[in-house]
Structures are given as C-alpha cells and as structure tokens.
C-alpha cells in the first residue's frame, strides 16, 4: 500500500537560511517554490529520485522549542485503497482532494496527534514537473 515516504514538511523562520542550510549544507536540490499573492512563502527540496523535504515560512520558530515538523506525508500509489483501509479499521482521514500541487492528497491524525498526509502523484504533480505551486 505504503511505497514510500514522500516528504516531511518543516516550519522556518527564514527561508534563505533554511534553503542555504539543506542545499548547500546536506546537498538537496530546490525542485519549485510556494507562491502566495506573488511572495515565494515556501519551497520544495529533492532529496533522492521521489523524495522531498517542504518548506514553508512561519513565524515564531525557536530552534530550541516546538517542534518545527508540521507534518509527514506518505506516497501512495491508490489512496482510494487506503482511505478504505484506514475506514475499514476504525480510523477518520479526510476525503481526497487535488492540491494545488496537482497531486491527490488526504489527510488523517496518529494517537498522538501527529498528522500524516498521503499523496498520489498525478502527471501534473509538481514534484514530477518541477514547475512552481501557486496557493490561494
């Protein structure tokens, strides 16, 4: 069911250090950026051929406090079947939608509280285009 992790998704205080940190310092590569209202408010970093980290800019990060992980996400390749199989064993997790990234996603929360994203990647995915994601 699970193919893979698709991305962690990371709260920054300062894009630029952040990108500089994860490109320059652990070797990822910028695949597209977030655009709201024309301000890039965050980006996407290539890990290895279907892996990513994703940025997005957020006030009050302290480095030595909360937790900056947003959430994780997980590749899947029928989130219809999941979502099924989530249901079918007691869990909640929310309908799918098409992204602005134009891939499928849905959402559903761990005991904890942690909340996991799964993604099905269509051919217009960003992750697959490169191109950037346009938010509203």
């Keep these: 069911m699970i193919t893979g992790l698709a ?16 490109c320059e310092g652990l070797g990822f590569t910028k695949t597209f950026d977030f655009i709201r209202d024309g301000k890039v408010v965050g980006f996407y970093l290539k890990v290895s051929d279907r892996t990513y980290v ?7 990060i302290r480095p030595d406090g909360a937790c900056p992980i947003r959430h994780f996400c997980l590749e899947v390749q029928d989130i219809d079947a999941v ?29 904890t509280g942690i909340r996991i994203e799964f993604h099905q990647y269509t051919d217009k995915s960003c992750q697959m285009t490169n191109q950037d994601c346009l938010l509203d």
Excluded: M
């Excluded at 991305?7 to 994860?22: E, K, W």
């Design 54 to 60: 994703e940025v997005f800019l957020q006030d009050n």
């Design 83 to 111: 979502a099924n199989h989530l249901k079918a064993n007691g869990y909640d997790i929310t309908e799918k939608k098409l992204g602005a990234d134009h891939s499928w996603q849905a959402w559903t929360t761990d005991p």
């Design 7 to 22: 991305h962690v998704c990371l709260a920054a205080g300062n894009l630029d250090d952040t990108q500089r940190f994860y």
